[in-house]
């Protein structure tokens, strides 16, 4: 360890207080402690407006810095010296003075089906007309509708355990979560389906940890070089670039997928509009050295296939937040 992240007392790691994201926290916490035992690690919670606006669908409060804003505020302040995000989270824009320090490695980035008991059998193409599907991502609304428009949508906030009873008590036939988020909280068991990218491509940077830190603080980022997973890293930084090319934010209908084959990347992205009538789909393929430009060509791409004209139409429904 450096001199200057030896001479430093004790490193505070910024979390939201929601059960997911103590257990991603508390994940980083142990694998730093691991590497550097004696360094002192602390954690301290919050609520942030995305936890506290519960009554109001998330593309209706906006999304800049909806998860993130009072963790960047304590770490501009020196009240925090990082912050860990699930990096679907994170604005592809970070406030000035701050950095994307570290990407964790990737876990399954798809999207899951969690069913009611009465549907146990049946997979989202077999579900009845009128089934009610509960999500809060305009991304996944607007591909299941493209997919499958005889299904009722419906808005759904809250943890995860507060999803699930809402799920289990009738008020929803099925409801779409993260792969990674439930295997994280030792959930896997409620998965009934694994949507195929084919249907949901899945939110930039999804299932892989963005740690936050103050720009020029080389103590912390010293720390987090343990923790960094290059094939993950190239792969979000190829994601988080088409992005913000497109300048959409975790609440508009854009997903992705992305695969690594030795040195060379291929990304997929989409754009959809939110009643799923019209979306737009590519690739493009290239060397993982090039993750970022590859992301900037592939929104080009999408440009010109009409991607803009969805997107201005999204902004002025929903607002940019």
């Known amino acids: 360890m450096t001199a200057s992240v030896t001479a430093q007392s004790a ?11 103590l257990v991603q926290t508390h994940w980083v916490r142990d694998q730093l402690q691991q590497h550097f035992p004696e360094l002192a690690l602390e954690v301290k919670t919050m609520n942030t407006q995305g936890d506290k606006i519960l009554d ?10 909806l998860f993130t804003q009072e963790l960047e505020d304590e770490m501009l302040k020196r009240e925090v010296d990082l912050a860990v995000h699930s990096l679907k989270d994170l604005p592809t824009n970070l406030p000035a003075g701050l950095m994307l320090g570290c990407i964790t490695e990737r876990v399954d980035p798809a999207d899951g089906l969690v069913i009611n008991e009465k549907h146990r059998e049946r997979q989202l193409d077999t579900l009845p007309a009128g089934a009610v599907i509960g999500t809060s991502s305009l991304r996944r609304l607007a591909q299941l509708r493209h997919h499958f428009p005889h299904l009722s949508f419906k808005d759904i906030r809250g943890n995860v355990n507060t999803r699930l009873a809402k799920l ?36 930039v940077g999804q299932g892989a940890l963005g740690i936050e830190c103050r720009e020029g603080d080389e103590a912390v980022l010293q720390l987090l070089k343990v923790l960094e997973h290059g094939e993950s890293r190239d792969r979000c930084l190829a994601e988080r670039a088409f992005l913000r090319e497109l300048e959409g934010g975790c609440q508009v209908p854009i997903g992705v997928n992305s695969e690594l084959e030795g040195d060379d990347l291929t990304l997929t992205g989409m754009v959809a509009s939110l009643d799923g009538k019209k979306l737009i789909k590519d690739s493009i393929s290239g060397k993982r050295e090039g993750a970022e430009s590859l992301g900037r060509e592939l929104a080009e791409q999408l440009r010109h296939q009409g991607a803009d004209e969805i997107l201005a139409t999204i902004f002025a429904e929903v607002g940019r937040g």
């Open 56 to 65: 109001v669908a998330l593309a209706k409060i906006g999304d800049k810095g």
């Open 11 to 21: 490193i505070c790691i910024g979390s939201r207080k929601s059960q997911l994201a």
């Open 168 to 203: 289990d008590a009738g008020e929803y036939d099925g409801i779409i979560l993260a792969v990674a988020g439930l295997q994280r909280l030792g959930m896997g068991d409620r998965i009934h389906q694994v949507i195929p990218p084919e249907i949901s491509l899945h939110a």
